[in-house]
């Protein structure tokens, strides 16, 4: 298998990790792809990932039989039907539902801080202050349900981890990177909860560069 990634992506970051903790990250050839804007412009930067996946996004999965599957979420899905490691996503439907919740949450939280990126790219004159308060009041919601949330999870090393708990990390992790984000702020039920769960081997080595 083939997975186009970026090193920073979150998303792309979910699925690695999954593929760590079910043990078949050796079956997948990583492939960095240069994808986004160009630096301080809106400019897009042209790639062939768009022979695979029509968005332009990543992560993309190419299986074994040529098939493209994209969407983390989607591609997490299709690992756990690969080898005999407990599954990502749980079998039984409260958990399910519990951590498919969780990441969708993640996703719109990620979603914003990248929009918020973008606006903040645009002339000072050109920008929208309602939209970015819009986001940013999002981004607080979604981080403040978090802190709760993190509590039902145990984050031991020894422990399984779903899909709900890597999705947390994975943003967790897109804040820390910037020392000088809003929201690398102290949150004290998440920074205990991740400051075990960092010390797992997926997540170390899936570590995104600081900027």
Known sequence: MKLYHVDWSPFARKVRIAAIERGINDQIELIEVNIGF??????????????????GRI?????DNGE???????????LDSIGSAPPIVPNSTKDKIK??????????????LRL????????KEERLPD??????????????????????????????????EISIAT????????PNSKYNIKRTNIDKWFEKLQLRDSLIQTKPPNL
Do not use: W
Not at 43 to 55: L, R
Not at 68 to 78: E, F, G, L, R, W
Not at 102 to 111: H, K
Not at 116 to 123: A, D, G, Q, V
């Open 38 to 55: 160009a630096e301080k412009t809106l400019k897009i930067i042209e790639n062939d990932i768009t022979n695979y996946n029509p968005s």
């Open 131 to 164: 939209y970015i308060n819009a986001l940013d009041e999002k981004i607080k919601r979604g981080l403040a349900v978090l802190e709760e949330e993190v509590l039902n999870y145990k984050s031991s090393s020894s422990d399984n981890i779903d899909l709900g």
């Open 99 to 112: 951590a498919l919740k969780l990441d969708a949450l993640v996703q719109e939280v990620i979603d914003s």
């Open 59 to 63: 992560p993309t999965l190419i299986t």
């Open 68 to 78: 493209a599957i994209y969407d983390s979420t989607v591609i997490v899905h299709y």
């Open 116 to 123: 918020t990126s973008h606006e903040n790219k645009r002339k």
């Open 171 to 178: 943003l967790i992790g897109t804040i820390k990177r910037n």
